[in-house]
Each structure stands twice: as C-alpha cells, then as structure tokens.
C-alpha cells in the first residue's frame, strides 16, 4: 500500500514532489497523521497562485479516548473543525463519549468517491476490512 501525505514518521520516506513524501508501508503498519499538516490540504480554488487547488474531501475515523470501544467514520471537507466540533459535543453520536482522538484520515479529490468509500465503511464488509486496516 502506498500512502502519500506528510509522514509523522520519515525514515522509510523518500522526498517527493511539492514537499509532499511517500511512504511505503505493509498492510498491517498505518501512521496517524499529524493535523497541522491538513490545513494545507484542506484549501479552496485560488485563483492568486494562477492555477486551481483541488478541495479536499476527507473520509476519518475516530475513537474514543475514555471509550476505546467507541468508534465514529464520518466525511467532512474540513477535518480540524469537524474534530473540534465532535471534541466540544456538537455531534448528538459522539457527544457520549468524548474525548475522540484520530485515528486514521483518508483525503479524496472527488466527493463521490469520498462519500462512497464513508459508506463502504459503515458496511458489514467495510467494517471488517477497517477493523483488519485501518483501527
């Protein structure tokens, strides 16, 4: 599997295009990515810069930190607000067991796609394969 993102950890990393690293990792090994590397991803079309940035659509997965049987897949456009607001109890689900703490984000240029793959993981099938990988 390859993940490219701003690897918390660097040491199998190769550099790549526009700061950006990739990472190679075995199926059993996942990172959790540090959020103040999202905010750069998560930008709007600018047209200052002369060229279009793509609007992110992030799929995450969040667990309680006092509950660690609790666990919450959510979609947003803007991963550091939608923590913060799922943190201070503004989300009727995951007001019950905060703190939550990240687990794993997965970030997609297409809202379908983003929104298709929120759902395959609500699924039976999409629940076993988050447990195997992504948890």
């Excluded at 309680?64 to 109890?89: A, D, E, M, W």
């Amino acid at each position: 599997m390859r993940i490219r993102a701003k690897a918390a950890r660097r040491s199998s990393a190769t550099a790549g295009e526009g700061g950006l690293t990739t990472v190679t990792l075995p199926p059993h090994q996942f990172q959790v990515f540090h959020l103040v590397q999202i905010e750069r991803i998560n930008a709007v079309p600018s047209k200052a810069w002369g060229h279009q940035v793509p609007c992110v659509r992030t799929v995450y997965l969040i667990q309680s930190i006092p509950y660690p049987n609790q666990r919450y897949v959510g979609f947003t456009r803007n991963l550091r607000k939608r923590l913060k607001k799922h943190n201070k109890g503004g989300s009727p689900h995951t007001s019950k067991y905060k703190p939550w703490g990240l687990v794993t984000y997965i970030s997609f240029s297409s809202e379908s796609s983003a929104t298709a793959f929120e759902a395959y993981l609500k699924s039976g099938s999409g629940r076993a394969f988050a447990r195997k990988r992504l948890w």
